[in-house]
């Protein structure tokens, strides 16, 4: 047992303890602070681990959010891609045809000219022939002729041969 006295002033204390529970005391004391300690350190532990599962959730649910948002954003390539290329291939087939449609003009016309000249010509064999046949009996000569078919013209020669 011990006794302590303590004066302040007017005051005087007196402390009365007993040294082997004051011990006692401190000791229940320091298990208690250490068992604090303990929970403290586990606390803390528990709260770095829901930390770290907290941060792998928030990380998986946007790495998901990322995979979503590139599947949509392939898809719609994608779809923007075939969409050109439909638009292609329909302007392609309008030009071509439209050059068939150009190329079939420009032959019907080119036939048109060539048969136009090949009917000027044969009007002028006919009128050929025709004054030939009154002139024949009195010349009795022949006539001999060839025909030259160009892209642009008809060419005829006719030649009179006496016998």
Known sequence: MRVQFCTK?????????????SIEW??????KQHKVKAKLRITKAAVKIQAWWRGTLVRRT??????????IQSWWRMTLSRVL??????????????ERAVIKLQSLVRMWRVHWRYCQV????????????????????LLRGHCVVTATHLQFHIEIINS
């Open 85 to 98: 290329e439909k638009k292609r291939q329909a302007a392609l087939i309008a030009y071509a045809t439209r």
């Open 122 to 141: 044969l009007n002028a064999i006919y009128v050929i022939q025709g004054h030939w046949q009154c002139h024949n009996c009195q010349t009795c000569a």
């Open 9 to 21: 002033g007017n005051l005087i204390l007196i402390i009365i303890e007993d040294v082997e529970e």
């Open 62 to 71: 946007l790495l998901h959010a990322a995979l979503r948002a590139w599947i």
């Open 26 to 31: 401190k000791t229940v004391q320091k298990k």
